[in-house]
């Protein structure tokens, strides 16, 4: 699944693009198996071998990008709710 992450928006010439292209870079570059915008480039995410992975990745992110959290992979039916920890 991973090889096959693909966004035709990757290639379009719209404001938040070249910073989406470089958060999914940096995912790439850290460790992920794959990564990808999400629609219009609002997200990006990575795909990681398993949560151990993922919260190896996340720390060498945050330099940049403040806001990576880790997230499990969910079944389909279920919800999965992230919410900001005090500081």
């Known amino acids: 699944i991973a090889a096959a ?3 035709d928006f990757e290639a379009a010439k719209i404001a938040g693009v ?5 958060a999914k ?6 460790g ?6 999400s629609g219009s ?3 990006v995410f990575g795909i990681a071998r398993d949560q ?10 945050r330099a940049n990008w403040p806001w990576v959290a880790v997230a499990p992979t969910i079944s389909a039916g ?6 900001q920890e005090a500081s």
Do not use: F, R
């Open 5 to 7: 992450l693909h966004n």
């Open 18 to 22: 070249d910073d989406a292209l470089s």
């Open 25 to 30: 870079a940096d995912l790439l570059a850290a």
């Open 32 to 37: 992920c198996l794959g990564a990808a915008m």
């Open 41 to 43: 480039g609002s997200a």
């Open 52 to 61: 151990a992975h993922a919260e190896q990745i996340a720390p060498s992110l």
């Open 78 to 83: 279920d919800h999965l709710t992230i919410t």
